[in-house]
């Protein structure tokens, strides 16, 4: 006999037959409720990680040494012990100062357990200080801080008690079930609430109701119709074989694009995924930073032929279905797998194909495709991309490769010379969109013919082709037509990542190219193409795209509002299109409460000022910097604002003492070196400039004002030779360049009337 369950508030079971149409949108229900029936389910998930998610402090879930053991961090040493059954920490506080806060909830198990504390506001902070689960046999059973070579100080965002540090604004979306942040920002409260306290049945599938009474109905032998387990938003028949995007919800590196998560709709319309972009991956694509698989898996051969994550692991207890080589060998065997036609048969198994002594750390598959780089210096993780290893490139781009992971006591070039005796000399030699990337990341004009290829090339990952188009600009015809046509490509990735690039162009240029994105299928390239026009004229867009942009921006507002509370970068975006729409009091104020949370957030302080600047307000502008440079004196980009302001102010003495400063820090940056040249100019102090010129040169010898400007300094010096190199520079770079051949021909005569 089915177990009946009550469900949450607000379902009403027994009214299906009478009303089927309460039922349109399901909700969700105990999670008992799914125990019921799937029990062999249940028991799997009920010890995952999904399970220890989150859970209440108890005597159960707490793993952490807490009879009365101390942890010492830069001269604060904190206390756990336990009090009336209750578990507590000493330690400091907003203030500095030493209280006693109750741990409210657990946060994780494996292979590190952080616990939530209750401010008041409804508030949970994550403390900094966790649990290393391991054995003690491998380092664990211990208390660690999780940045100990950095001292955090109360007021840094990166305190526990900061922004950063934050539950309901950080960690709780992907750690508990139908969870509702409900932030009050007028009185900066959460009364934050979910439907399971942990990852539970219905993070995955949705809300079960519909689906309860469905069973129930089918138990009682009443006739369904039309209705079936399909009610669920991801099918039980479906675990298996639906794509990675439920997974993705979680395991990805994104950013919201709209403030109604909804299981029941694509990827895009939820979240956009980063792209491999500098920070996060290695130029090769690489794991860098914490990125949570998906943007790895999305580089891989193995998901380009269809696999899913289900391919590996189970479902519901989230382990491997196999252990060790056993997980990669259900399909890479000598007799094949009928699904994966196109893959070889061969014993990938043996010594034949990897090279190692059976049993050794070299004859793990994962240990060469999937190498691991440890995070919160406790928890390694494997990199989904499945690369073969290419040690090759590893001096090209500066990126790690698996040989060397586990031979530290080798060079890069003993690996590839090793591989090439093991398999050939060509294996895996082709260029790598690694090496155009790299090319892209210092700059190299070179890039630019190569990045449109790439992005042309269908063979490439959807995320490959999207990281290319990212570096383009419409700064001539190629690039804008390569532009143009990845915003209108088939996939809504490589669509959202190339408009961002249409916002350079004229307004009515823009509208023309954007407008009629505002009517894609995707959100994610609805608000990238409302972003992109938020500061068009309405009388440039048709009637039916002023109203697609006006109904797109508000959900982009409440989207940015929504995680307005510990997200900088969502006033950033507030105040970017306050600017553009020519609300200057509200960017200023937006870009204002994002410096509030994190005073470090440098896009915020450098577009203050420059707004600032903009409304001729210099001295606001010039002590935004002064505030910034107090704070991180070696960020070049505050020295190089400042010497900017500072010059347009004619305090040329200071500006010079700032450009140079951030000429220093920034020594790639040719436009850095040709400012602070100028201004030394300015001073009478021509060797200077000149040396400041050279740098210049040598960062971008292509630089047509860079070449102009050491002409100049040349001919007032009368150094006509000098001068008349880079003219000829010019004239070779530029052959069309008014007045070009007339400069040249000028310095030509002057050199001869002084020879005479």
Known sequence: MLLFLTVLPGTYLNSWASDQSKFEIPEYVSNSA???????????????????????????????????????YFGDTSRFFKRDGRYLVTTAGPDGEPHDYEIKYTFGIDPLQQYLIE????????????????????????????????????????????PYQNWNGMCAECHSTNLVKAYDATHQRYQTHWSEVNVSCQACHGPGSAHLEWARQKEQGIEVGRLTN???????????????????????????????????????DNYLPATLRPGLYFADGQIQDEVYVYGSFLQSRM???????????????????????AVCTQCHQSTGNPRFAGLRNKTYDGSDHHFHPAGSAGAQCVNCHMPARTYMLVDPRRDHSFRIPRPDLSAKLN????????????????????????????????QHYGEVFALARSGDARAIPKLIALLSD???????????????????????????????????????????????????????????????SSLAVRTEAARVL???????????????????????????????????????????????????????????????????FLPARINLGNLYNALRRNREAVQVFRDGIVLSPDEGE??????????????????????????????????VHYNHALALQHLDRPADAESALTRAYQTNPEDPEVLQALVILYAQQRKWDEAIVYARQIVKLFPNASGANQTLDQLLKLRDRDNQ
């Open 230 to 268: 399909g009610l669920l938003s991801v099918p039980l028949s479906a675990t298996e074989s639906t794509g990675i995007e439920g997974c993705a919800r979680c395991h990805a590196r994104r950013r919201q694009v709209t403030a109604e998560n909804r299981i029941d709709r694509p990827f895009l």
């Open 34 to 72: 799914c125990a019921a029936c799937h029990i062999q389910e249940f028991n799997s998930w009920s010890d995952s990680d999904h399970a220890w998610a989150m859970r209440p402090a108890d005597d159960r879930s707490v793993l952490g040494d807490f009879s009365g053991t101390t942890f010492s």
């Open 458 to 520: 269908l063979s490439q990952p959807a995320i490959v082709r999207a990281t290319a188009v990212a570096f383009l600009t419409p700064g001539d015809l190629p690039q804008f037509q390569a532009i143009l046509d990845a915003a209108y490509d088939q996939d809504p990735l490589i669509q959202a990542s190339a408009i961002p690039a249409l916002n350079s162009l004229p307004p009515r240029q823009k509208a023309k190219a954007a407008g009629p994105l505002l009517e894609a």
């Open 534 to 600: 938020g500061s068009v004229s309405p009388e440039l867009l048709s009637a039916l795209q002023r109203l697609r942009l006006k109904e797109t921006l508000n959900v982009y507002r409440a989207t940015q509002l929504a995680t307005s509370d510990v997200i900088p970068g969502a006033h950033l975006n507030l105040a970017v299109l306050a600017a553009g729409r020519g609300q200057p009091q509200q960017s200023e104020q937006h870009y204002l409460n994002a410096i509030a949370l994190d005073p470090y």
């Open 119 to 162: 401010f008041p506001g409804g508030r949970l902070q994550s403390l900094s200080i966790a649990w290393d689960t391991r054995p003690e046999t491998e380092g664990g059973q211990r208390w660690f801080h999780l940045y100990p070579d950095q001292e955090i100080q109360p007021g840094d965002p990166l305190h526990w008690t900061g």
């Open 638 to 671: 505050l020295h190089y604002s400042l010497g900017l302001i500072l010059a347009e102010e004619k305090q040329l003495e200071a500006a010079v003492i700032s450009l140079a400063r951030a000429s220093e820090l920034l020594p790639d940056r040719t436009r």
């Open 303 to 325: 998901h380009q032929a269809g696999v899913v994550c289900a391919d590996c692991h189970d479902p519901h207890s989230a382990q491997l279905k196999a252990s060790g080589n």
């Open 399 to 430: 990126s790690p490769n698996a040989c060397n992971q586990c031979h530290t006591n080798q060079s890069a070039s003993w690996a590839a010379s090793t591989i090439a005796q093991w398999y050939g000399p060509d294996r895996r030699r082709e």
